[in-house]
């Protein structure tokens, strides 16, 4: 992958002057080849943290100042705009000054930005990180290291427990972390703000769901904002990576159909459909029940048990990230060059 992000990404192309197509098509390839190689490296501050530190200091305020249920929402309507459009609009700001020092300092600022949306390579090594001990016999290492990652108990899994959270991370995951990023990033990159700031306003929102957008207490009035944006900035790319992987399969109408079948179970209006594609494509059975700090929750059975659960299933998931990625990109590079009128400028 490496080599063929290389050839489209020229060191000259750094210092001379692009059509906006061009600086578009550069800027979604070169953040694609940063999160593949680099990634998030752990000694570097990440927009992500910035961001936690200011949902963590609002909701504390929230909490220490407003009792009413409405007046928790209408904070939690504040917050969810404030940290969405706050997001985008410093960063658009920020890459605008630095462009306007040097074209080279812009464009390295926003590859930098778009890359910090995208969580491959961090899902990648997540998955490989649990699959290494798990192959040597360690189950035990296993475990705790998946407990790194997922908030289910992982005390008492048994292997193909152990690999059906990795497959379902990986799946989950795969569309909110990945492609989800990726298509709010081919978005920006067709009008005039950009493939950054737009998707590094979609991070805002997931970082946002993820840290208060629970149905349960303290959580049910402020964070309902931020998980109703959540569901409604992913339903669309959700569906899309359906429909891509249903073709990858070869078997669209089946894969469709199970997804309907299983997927409109979850009480999420996506993370059924995201973990049932996968379970669809691979020929395996996701869902059921996980414990939670000692109590037991159970979920919608998605897809069919066709094969076991082993590493190759969890490498195949992988795999099937990596392909979807690179045909949404492959689209919207080929877009940009073939009707370069649609880039805004």
């Known amino acids: 992958m490496e080599t063929v992000l290389v050839a489209f990404m020229p060191v000259t192309a750094f210092s001379l002057p692009l059509p906006d197509s061009y600086h578009a098509s550069l800027i979604l390839l070169g ?16 927009p992500v943290q910035v961001m936690g530190w200011c949902i963590s200091r609002y909701s504390q305020w929230a909490f220490a100042h407003l009792k009413s249920p409405i007046a928790l929402k209408f904070a939690g309507i504040g917050l969810t705009v404030l940290l969405v459009m706050g997001s985008a609009s410093i960063s658009y700001g920020m890459i605008r000054l630095l462009q306007a020092i040097h074209p080279i300092v812009g464009t390295i600022a926003e590859l930098i930005v778009l890359a910090s949306c995208f969580a491959g390579k961090s899902l ?11 192959l040597q016999g360690e189950l035990s290492e296993a475990r705790s290291r998946l407990s790194r990652y ?14 059906r959270a ?4 990986v799946a989950e995951n795969g569309v909110d972390g990945v492609m989800a990023p990726l298509f ?65 399969s070869g078997k669209p109408g089946p894969v469709w159909q199970l997804c309907w079948r299983d997927g409109r179970q979850d009480p999420s209006p ?4 995201s973990e049932c594609v996968y379970a669809a494509v691979l020929g395996v059975q996701l869902g059921g029940s996980n414990t939670y700090q000692g109590q037991v929750k159970h979920k919608p059975l998605l897809g069919n048990p066709d094969r076991p659960m082993t590493a ?6 992988l795999r099937l990230n990596r392909i979807t990625f690179m045909i949404w990109l492959v689209i919207a590079i080929v877009i940009h060059i073939l009707f370069p009128d649609t880039t805004a400028s």
Not at 32 to 37: E, K, P, T
Not at 124 to 134: G, I, M, N, S, T
Not at 166 to 169: I, R
Request: aromatic content about 10%; hydrophobic content about 50%; charged content about 20%.
């Open 31 to 46: 953040a694609a080849f940063l999160d593949y190689v680099v990634g998030d490296p752990w000694n570097w501050l990440h």
């Open 124 to 134: 990648r090594d997540a998955a490989q990180d649990v699959l290494r001990p798990l």
């Open 150 to 163: 997922v908030g289910r108990d992982t005390a008492d899994l048994d292997e193909s427990e152990v690999l």
């Open 166 to 169: 990795v497959v379902e991370t």
């Open 184 to 248: 709010w990033a081919i978005v920006g990159s067709f009008t005039p703000i950009g493939a950054a700031p737009i998707a590094l306003g979609f991070k805002a929102a997931s970082t946002l769901d993820s840290m208060v957008g629970y149905l349960r207490a303290p959580y049910t009035d402020l964070g309902w904002c931020s998980a109703k944006t959540d569901d409604l900035l992913i339903w669309l790319p959700c569906r899309l990576t359906v429909v891509t992987l249903g073709l990858l």
């Open 270 to 273: 996506n993370s059924g459909w």
């Open 312 to 317: 190759a299933v969890v490498t195949q998931a």
